[in-house]
């Protein structure tokens, strides 16, 4: 399935005609992914998309078979054809396709310096848009609002998510000696026996002794799971490319009156963040709706109330304050609750030697109604 429908393509092409870029080449590797080569052409992954101004679409795969199997495009080409070297191709492909002597060619911003570079040496008569931030905007503005069939499969991603929430739960009032290990292996079993294509990313899982971090490093540890305090795993399922993102927190043994305070302070959070949210109210201001409450508390929150969901697992929308930066404010867009989004909401409060707690669920707009797709709670292990 190709994810872009015909009307969010035309805005490509405009936007193209609009500032007279010949075409669009996104890449996406390795060492340099970019889920918009997915969404333009349904190929998976490891691929060069270009799109022309006239509307076109092609891809260089670097798995042709694949490519054949899933891509949804005017033409595949093949780099064993062109000497494995993409410079080449591109000469080739300007004098065939484009049929112009200098060309503009447009590249959003995460294109490496050094791919930059060797375009200009290696195609000098190939210019560079000199906005590559516009063209990032418009394919997250492009991915911020999901299609029906998007939305069917997040919600099998959030789905998978959910069935595993119980075991969670079991795994933590009947854990002994296990680690974080343990756990990160056993919810990655259980997702894949429930249809998961993969971890929408690598599961982290903190005991007391490391869920005051954002991220743990390593995201999860030989470190005993169970040790009294302030706990949480933060996982989610990658389901044909699309993902769902939770965090549960857990509690072990009797909390102390700051520990309660902690996990009182992050329910009040999410709640008033989804007091507020509702159909065209700005994101930033549900952002602020949670800081405010735990700022009251006595506490920071370190990171943005939530992100899109989609192809990727940090996707647009995001939702996080208001810049104030002359520079920032200059490419922000304040962006408001609308049908088709999917994002998370996912305070959270954090204190080194206490443990941590984040409350995170999955959010979609549809029909003008905000509904909570997966079902995190708070567990209590006493």
């Known amino acids: 399935m190709k994810p872009i429908n015909e009307e969010k393509f035309k805005k490509i092409i405009d936007f193209l005609t609009e500032h007279a870029i010949d075409f669009l080449l996104i890449s996406d590797y390795e060492n340099a992914n970019d889920v918009n080569m997915q969404y333009l052409t349904g190929h998976p992954m490891d691929a060069t998309v270009i799109v022309t101004q006239k509307g076109e679409t092609y891809l260089v795969p670097w ?6 199997k899933y891509a949804e495009v005017d033409e595949i080409f093949d780099l064993m054809n062109y000497e494995h070297s993409q410079i080449k191709f591109l000469h080739t492909f300007i004098e065939e396709k ?11 911003s995460s294109t490496s310096f050094g791919s930059l570079v060797m375009f200009k040496k290696a195609i000098p008569h190939m210019e560079i848009f000199q906005e590559p931030m516009l063209i990032s905007n418009l394919l997250g503005d492009l991915r911020t609002t999901k299609s029906a069939a998007e939305l069917e499969l997040l919600r099998e991603a959030a789905n998978i998510g959910n069935q595993t929430i119980p075991e969670i739960e079991n795994f933590a009032m009947n854990a002994t000696d296990e680690t974080e290990n343990d756990l990160d292996f056993f919810v990655r079993k259980k997702m894949a026996s429930l249809g998961a294509e993969d971890v929408a990313f690598p599961t982290l899982v903190g ?4 869920a005051h971090n954002i991220h743990c490093h390593p995201s999860a540890s030989n470190a005993k799971f169970a040790t009294p305090g302030l706990a949480l795993i933060d996982f989610g399922a990658k389901y044909k490319g699309y993902h769902s993102d939770i965090t549960v927190p857990i509690s072990f043994g009797e909390l102390t009156a700051e520990q309660t ?22 994101l930033w201001k549900v952002h ?15 990171h943005s109330l939530g992100h899109g969901l989609g192809l990727a697992t940090h996707d647009a929308p995001h939702l996080g304050s ?9 490419y922000w867009k304040e962006t408001k609750a609308q049908n088709g989004m999917v994002f998370t909401i996912e305070p959270g409060v954090y204190k080194e030697g206490l443990g941590g707690q984040r409350l995170e669920n999955d959010v979609i707009i549809w029909n003008d109604r905000v509904e909570v797709i997966t079902k995190s709670r708070f567990i209590t292990v006493l």
Do not use: C, F, W
């Open 207 to 210: 005991s007391s002794t490391r």
């Open 288 to 302: 602020e709706a949670a800081i405010k409450v735990i700022q009251e508390g006595g506490y920071n929150m370190p």
């Open 63 to 68: 798995d042709v078979a694949l490519a054949q």
């Open 322 to 330: 208001k810049p104030t930066n002359p520079i920032a404010l200059q």
């Open 98 to 108: 484009i049929q112009k002597h200098k060309v503009t060619v447009g590249l959003n």
């Open 261 to 282: 305070k902690i996990r009182d302070l992050t329910q009040k959070a999410y709640d008033a963040a989804m007091e507020i949210l509702d159909i065209g109210v700005p």
